[in-house]
């Protein structure tokens, strides 16, 4: 099994102090969303073109690899074709000096609940596009189960009308269940072809919606996931993602991350 933890849910750290927890609670992987001020990877100090060869050569010592960038380009806006373009030509760049295998991209409103719609025409047309970029510098792009993509079985259709070997599924646990009521086995079911990369939080139902809850002290079905993707035989990265970035209230990070990596190696 092998675990990353997103760096959005440790937004006050350094690369430095970022890396040396991993190391040091025997994570394998990092997954990039900014880093301090930085919320766009590619404007991170620590990966400018002078900087790179130091971040490589300190990941490779440490045996860590960063298994995805996680950009917030939103692919299903029109408007903003243009600067989409640049921003994921830049991630996938990016990516391609790195040696990570994938870019998250968004192709809904930018949050976890189903609401608004999007013209699947377009973001199908937007995805075959983006993904032949992808493919000329060895990369593959990930559309997150989010928004309306929470529902795997829609994602699953769009998937399978893009048709490309460069255009996946970042499976994040948590909004299909708590969205769509939607057990494991079906989410998995729907994208086995396409999932390469996963997503690993909880919640606790609350008055007015939810609320993030340490991994195993919510109602999300995350041992259920975990089983039912080893099962496919899935080789990818389970990845927490703790929101810490945008809710300050939550636990501190050098909590959660030793936490989950002690509770995903009892699974």
């Not at 013209?119 to 928004?147: M, N, P």
Request: net charge negative; glycine share 8%.
């Amino acid at each position: 099994m092998k675990l990353s933890f997103s760096t959005l849910g440790c937004p006050r750290w350094t690369l430095r102090e970022i890396m040396a927890t991993a190391v040091d609670l025997g994570y394998q992987g990092i997954e990039v969303r900014g880093v301090g001020k930085d919320i766009s990877v590619p404007s991170i100090p620590d990966f400018a073109p002078e900087n790179q060869p130091a971040t490589l050569a300190s990941l490779a010592r440490m045996n860590l690899t960063i298994p995805c960038l996680d950009s917030d380009c939103c692919i299903h806006l029109r408007e903003n074709e243009p600067a989409v373009t640049a921003e994921l030509t830049a991630y996938i760049k990016l990516a391609q000096q790195l040696g990570t295998p994938y870019v998250r991209i968004m192709a809904t409103a930018p949050v976890p609940q189903p609401v608004g719609t999007v013209d699947d025409g377009y973001v199908r047309e937007r995805a075959v596009v983006l993904g032949e970029l992808a493919k000329a510098h060895g990369v593959k792009l990930l559309i997150e189960t989010h928004g309306i993509w929470s529902d795997s079985e829609k994602l699953a259709r769009l998937l399978s009308l893009i048709g490309s070997p460069n255009v996946g599924a970042l499976w994040d646990v948590h909004h299909p269940y708590r969205f769509m009521g939607e057990n494991p086995a079906a989410t998995v079911d729907h994208l086995k072809p396409w999932l390469w990369h996963t997503h690993m939080k909880d919640s606790q139902k609350t008055g007015d919606g939810y609320r993030y809850v340490l991994p195993g002290f919510g109602d999300v079905p995350m041992a259920d996931s975990v089983k039912t993707l080893l099962a496919q035989g899935y080789d990818g990265y389970f990845s927490l993602e703790w929101v810490k970035r945008w809710d300050t209230t939550l636990e501190e990070p050098g909590i959660v991350i030793a936490h989950f990596a002690n509770l995903m190696r009892t699974l």
